[in-house]
């Protein structure tokens, strides 16, 4: 694999790290801002939205601006918008600089999903993008808890610190590491916008904001919902975490081979469907700290199997405009964060936390229910097509 796919790879474990961090500090923020859970909880939801809806215009400005400046630059900005989340003296100012680090996320990930497709040989695309997306999942093994431990040891905004700093760290890897990235020719406007025309993209971003919706669902409010069902302290939820990490990197290589081996969609199936089942049984299963572990690592492990062959069906639609069709999947992977934000908000602010992993498995259910779908309507076209070439 070339080195530019792990140096993509360990920014985003950065990006991935500030994006989750919330889920460690959700209490200290809330604590400290005289402001409820759900109320903090809303910094998740800010974010997923300036995400969702920044991706896909940002794709479309800056595709044609050189790959390795763009990511520096992107890279670059998010370190600055951490810096201002930790020095943030209000609640609404924290807001704002969620904002800010999501749009320069969102013009980061993207861009460095799609670079690793073209550095990486045809062959080797799904591997490419697990190592890129492992970066996740290194960041909820390391990155998530260790920002957790800092802030329960020194506050939450040392947390913030230490995303900036790692964040002008990756820059400086990006700046040394990161060669020329080939990339297709100049894009029109129109080619750009047209793929949002595709029905078969559309079905796809709707299974990735259900797939999103039904994690985030859970994870955002994890600290609750455990400390609910099995009386889990903040040192332990650090600990599940990176239990969480664990599985979902194993999850991440395992995806990456079998979409190679199997092609996406049989693995996104199998993936589904794991999930659905994992979700439903999830708070029989968290009774106790024993428990808690299995239900984290089952689910984390069939949950970090979607991205990649979500990902690399995205790739194999809109090959050309790969950075738009990668950043609409992003936009609908955080609209499904927003979604989760607020109802799982709901749910919790109604005294019904133990209610979330239900919920995810509903949302789940259906991004199963329009997987099949599209394969069924793939096939009708085929069919067709078919019948039409006898003729």
Same mark, same amino acid.
């Given at each position: 694999m070339p080195i530019g796919v792990y140096v993509l790879a360990l920014a985003v474990f950065v990006v991935g790290t500030d994006k989750d961090l919330i889920v460690g500090v959700l209490p200290s923020i809330a604590s400290d801002m005289h402001v409820s859970v759900a109320t903090a909880g809303q910094l998740a939801t800010v974010f997923a939205v300036a995400y969702a809806f920044g991706a896909p215009v940002l794709a479309v400005v800056t595709s044609n601006v050189d790959r390795r400046r763009l990511l520096s630059w992107a890279l670059?900005?998010? *370190?600055?918008?951490?810096?201002?989340?930790?020095?943030?003296?209000s609640y609404p100012l924290l807001?704002?600089?969620?904002?800010?680090?999501?749009?320069?996320?969102?013009?980061? +990930? =993207? $861009?460095?999903? *799609?670079?690793?497709?073209?550095? $990486? =040989?045809?062959?080797?695309?799904?591997?490419?993008?697990?190592?890129? +997306?492992?970066?996740?999942?290194?960041?909820?093994?390391?990155?998530? =808890?260790?920002?957790?431990?800092?802030? $329960?040891?020194?506050?939450?905004?040392?947390?913030?610190?230490?995303i900036s700093v790692l964040a002008l760290v990756a820059t400086l890897g990006l700046f040394r590491g990161l060669g020329v990235i080939s990339r %297709?020719?100049?894009?029109? #406007? /129109?080619?750009r916008v047209g793929v949002l025309r595709n029905p078969r993209v559309l079905r796809l971003l709707a299974v990735s904001a259900a797939t999103q919706c039904a994690g985030f669902t859970v994870l955002l409010y994890l600290g609750p919902l455990l400390a609910e069902t099995a009386g889990i302290t903040v040192v332990q939820l650090a600990a599940l975490l990176i239990v969480f990490g664990v599985a979902g990197l194993a999850g991440n290589a395992f995806a990456g081979r079998f979409t190679d081996r199997f092609g996406p969609e049989r693995v996104l199936s199998v993936a589904l469907i794991w999930v659905t089942v994992a979700l439903v049984a999830f708070t029989a299963i968290a009774r106790s700290l024993p428990g808690t572990y299995v239900a984290v690592c089952v689910w984390a492990l069939a949950a970090w199997?979607? %991205?990649? =062959?979500?990902?690399?069906?995205?790739?194999? !639609?809109? %090959?050309? @405009?790969?950075?738009?069709?990668?950043? #609409? /999947?992003?936009?609908?992977?955080?609209?499904?964060?927003a979604v989760a934000g607020g109802f799982g908000g709901v749910?919790?602010?109604?005294?019904?936390?133990? @209610?979330?992993p239900i919920a995810a498995a509903a949302a789940s259910l259906l $991004? !199963?229910?329009? #997987?099949?779908?599209?394969?069924? !309507?793939?096939?009708?076209?085929?069919s067709i097509a078919a019948a039409g +070439?006898?003729?």
């Open positions: 670059a900005g998010f *370190a600055v918008a951490n810096l201002v989340s930790a020095t943030a003296p807001l704002g600089s969620r904002v800010l680090a999501a749009l320069t996320a969102a013009l980061y +990930t =993207p $861009a460095a999903m *799609a670079a690793a497709a073209r550095i $990486a =040989p045809p062959e080797r695309t799904g591997r490419a993008l697990a190592v890129v +997306t492992m970066g996740f999942s290194a960041a909820a093994i390391l990155g998530v =808890p260790l920002g957790t431990l800092i802030a $329960a040891a020194v506050g939450w905004r040392a947390a913030f610190v230490m %297709p020719g100049v894009i029109g #406007l /129109n080619e199997m979607v %991205p990649v =062959p979500q990902q690399a069906r995205i790739l194999r !639609l809109e %090959p050309r @405009a790969s950075a738009v069709a990668i950043s #609409l /999947n992003s936009s609908a992977m955080h609209i499904g964060s749910i919790v602010e109604k005294g019904h936390v133990t @209610a979330l $991004a !199963l229910a329009v #997987l099949v779908a599209d394969a069924r !309507l793939r096939r009708r076209a085929a +070439t006898v003729r």
